[in-house]
T-cell receptor, first 116, second 112 residues
Framework: DTAVSQTPKYLVTQMGNDKSIKCEQN?????MYWYKQDSKKFLKIMFS???????INETVPNRFSPKSPDKAHLNLHINSLELGDSAVYFC???????????????FGSGTRLTVV | EDKVVQSPLSLVVHEGDTVTLNCSYE??????LLWYKQEKKAPTFLFML????IEKKSGRLSSILDKKELFSILNITATQTGDSAIYLC????????????FGPGTRLSVLP
């Protein structure tokens, strides 16, 4: 029933490990995003995919690699985790409504990543 | 099931008007409530509220939380066309694996 679902919701891992966060949306939206929430609650966009194609790739370390097997899924893989990667990561999806350019975003509940 | 409700879902005003956006919530293990302004690339963080009755202000924007009645309001005075955006309310939950619940957003359009 959940519209945008992220797994896992909570992840504690050691430095140097590789981990993945999965995201799935069942809304039929054509665009998906990954955001990182910093300690001050600011949300920074990391990646955006439209119909499986990468359209936004902000300056993030290349240890972060997104993968979109289909337009309903956007996974985030992180190699060689560092302490500074600890944050909440949000997945979101959106769909442009008609020709008005309205972007209705739906967010997942977030994944709290703690690197120790 | 935990939920966050925002009202109105859509609002059209003219420059100079004052608007009040509402966010009500029903969640377990409330930790904090956050307001974001959704812009093209990423939401802009506005406020984080944890205690009742303490108004937070930033320029023409202000927000307050009522933990007894389980709601928050976001006020924007002397609106400008640049205030046009979707305003998101999100509640953070203090429980393993539960994390955030986002409201659907209020779409504000400010006309010249």
């Amino acid at each position: 029933d959940t519209a945008v679902s992220q797994t896992p919701k909570y992840l504690v891992t050691q430095m140097g490990n590789d981990k993945s966060i999965k995201c799935e949306q069942n809304l039929g939206h054509d665009t998906m995003y990954w955001y990182k929430q910093d300690s001050k609650k600011f949300l920074k966009i990391m990646f955006s995919y439209n119909n499986k194609e990468l359209i936004i790739n902000e300056t993030v370390p290349n240890r972060f690699s997104p993968k979109s097997p289909d337009k309903a899924h956007l996974n985030l893989h992180i190699n060689s985790l560092e302490l500074g990667d600890s944050a909440v990561y949000f997945c979101a999806s959106s769909q442009v409504a008609g020709g008005r350019g309205y972007y209705g975003y739906t967010f997942g509940s977030g994944t709290r990543l703690t690197v120790v | 099931e935990d939920k966050v409700v925002q009202s109105p879902l859509s609002l059209v005003v003219h420059e100079g008007d004052t608007v009040t956006l509402n966010c009500s919530y029903e969640v377990t293990n409330f930790r904090s409530l956050l307001w974001y302004k959704q812009e093209k690339k990423a939401p802009t963080f506005l406020f984080m509220l944890t205690s009742s009755g303490i108004e937070k202000k930033s320029g023409r924007l202000s927000s307050i939380l009522d933990k007894k009645e389980l709601f928050s309001i976001l006020n924007i005075t002397a609106t400008q066309t640049g205030d046009s955006a979707i305003y998101l309310c999100a509640v953070d939950r203090d429980n393993y694996g539960q994390n955030f619940v986002f409201g659907p957003g209020t779409r504000l359009s400010v006309l010249p």
